[in-house]
């Protein structure tokens, strides 16, 4: 038995029965889609998406915005298991009009946290620092906005030094494509750079690609997404991250969250350690949709 065979569940198995079930068996045609800001209904197409970049705040959000608590799966909330995991994640656009070959160019920058806030002094004990620099792409097909493209130079570190530094840069290209108004699939591949002496093994549990799928109610109340983070080898070992939002509030873009993670690399300085975790809270969403 090796290392990751107690990982519990076949994540392949749900990520295509989960995408099976969103698009009804087969992948639909892009339709016109309608997002809800304000009470809203407003259409996304090839116009107002071009509008949304050139015209629209060079400061927004990138990935999720979250802030969530929770306990082990299948064990009791104790002091050493239990914390807080929040995510802070934004986008610079530095470009007011397109680059060749349409893209704009961004900054990004996303802090992960974990926060144990049941021991005493509530200590802070993993930050992880991901700035990046790349270029986005909108996609469109017969005037209808249909994703976009990333190509970023990424630094990931948690600002540690002697035994517990961890450090890793990569080159990364990802794609989000909506093969519905109301799924997207994405996926993910880099090609790393590994400058920490501390981690040379990082491949081996924080992987070498990630794939996933992401539903929206029409009304876009509510969301469920998952995403598999392939580890280096041949086996079929994933980390598995597994996401459900619901927006409390019709005009607000605040949701109640729950995501379940399972497998190895959750965070940097314990990137070796297995953890199946559930922790609920909340999260501000960007517009349309997130990046992985």
Known sequence: MNRYSHCGINPLRIIFLLSLFLTGGCLCAVGQIVDTVGGEEIKVDTDSVRREFDRGPYFGLYKD??????????????????????????????????????????????????????????????????????????????????????????????????????????????GSILVDPQVMVHAKFWIPIIDGSENPDILDYCGIYQMGCSYTSLNRRFGLSATLVKRKGWNLNYNTIIEFNYRIFKRDNQYLFLQYYNGYGEGLLAFREFHSQLRVGLVIKPRLFSDF
Not at 104 to 133: A, E, H, R
Request: with cysteine.
């Open 65 to 174: 915005n979250y802030f969530i608590f929770g306990p082990p799966v299948g064990q009791p909330i104790r002091r050493d298991n239990t914390n807080i995991k929040f995510q802070i994640s934004i986008s610079q656009r530095l470009t007011r009009s397109t680059l060749p070959l349409g893209t704009y160019l961004f900054l990004f920058y996303s802090q992960k946290c974990f926060w144990n806030v049941l021991q005493n002094s509530m200590p802070m004990t993993d930050l992880n620092f991901n700035p990046g620099i790349g270029l986005t792409k909108p996609l469109f097909v017969r005037n209808r906005f249909v994703g976009r493209i990333n190509l970023i130079l990424e630094h990931e570190s948690n600002g540690r030094d002697g035994t517990a530094s961890r450090s890793w840069n990569r080159v990364s290209l990802s």
